[in-house]
């Protein structure tokens, strides 16, 4: 099963039609992690769709549970994942409104659950089967190559402009960056920055799911342009980008055959 991640400004799937849900008990949480499941437009396959920040967006980056979900998401089957998430733009080419597909990631992030292989174990009855074995996952390619493409070629279909590459550089916020800090990512060769493409890609590399991130810049980052980055700014182009995100993932979903 096909599934989406939905991130700020995506937490609903217009055209999407639930018909069930499967909540999914993990060892990385209390609470229980809700899938929803259904149809999308015309596509004949069922999908699963999950809202990173919870049902109400009410998960800050930092707090998003990523191995809860990631784990739910093996647990039920999901044999690829098409991660939806805004973006501040630093490279000149990603200013708002344009979207990406990047193929590389650079982590800034801290603190946060990053990993299944953290070397413990965690209980004599631990259903978590990774921790104990030290494993150091191969992420030359972060993002899966052939979900990669068909983003790329989906948004051609449906004549979606599209940068098909691109770094991500995933912060910790949930404040945003300095200027400083964005003029050291572009040293870096960081070409997007956002807070929840890691460790979500990282995670689903150990578990070896097919993952791929499609990306729609919202504002410029801090300090490269003159306008303050606001909410609203930030609302306005979501809500003109995501029906082209739409289309893409839409188109994406029926031609997906894994
Ligand atoms: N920085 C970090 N994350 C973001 C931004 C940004 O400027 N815009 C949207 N997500």
Redesign the pocket.
């Known amino acids: 099963m096909l599934v989406f991640i939905g991130g700020?400004g995506f937490t609903q799937l217009p055209g999407f039609k639930a018909s069930r849900e499967i909540v999914i008990s993990t060892p990385y949480s209390d609470e229980p992690v809700t899938l929803a499941c259904g149809k999308l437009g015309d596509s004949g396959q069922e999908i699963g769709f999950l809202p990173r920040h919870g049902p109400g967006h009410t998960l800050p980056p930092h707090r998003i549970n990523y191995r809860a979900n990631v784990f739910a998401l093996r647990e039920v089957g999901a044999t690829a994942i098409l991660a939806v998430n805004?973006?501040?733009g630093i490279h000149a080419e990603m200013g708002p409104g344009v979207i990406a597909v990047p193929d590389q990631i650079i982590d800034y992030t801290h603190g946060r659950e990053h990993t299944f292989f953290d070397g413990r174990v965690t209980g004599i009855d631990s259903p978590d089967q990774f921790s104990a074995t030290v494993t150091h996952v191969d992420f030359t390619d972060p993002y899966d190559q052939g979900l990669r493409q068909l983003l790329i070629k989906s948004a051609s279909d449906v004549q979606v402009p599209v940068w098909p590459q691109g770094v991500y550089g995933a912060?910790q916020?949930p404040r945003?960056?300095s200027p400083a800090e964005i003029r050291r990512m572009l040293r870096d060769g960081c070409d997007m920055?956002?807070?929840t493409g890691m460790p979500e890609a990282g995670l689903a590399k150990e578990l070896s799911l097919p993952y791929a991130c499609i990306a729609l810049s919202?504002?410029w980052?801090?300090g490269l342009s003159n306008e303050l980055?606001t909410v609203e700014g930030?609302r306005q182009v979501l809500a003109s980008g995501m029906d082209s995100i739409q289309a893409v993932l839409l188109r994406a979903a029926g031609c997906y055959t894994g």
Do not use: Y
């Open positions: 700020t805004a973006v501040g912060t916020g945003l960056e920055v956002g807070m919202v504002n980052g801090a980055i930030i």
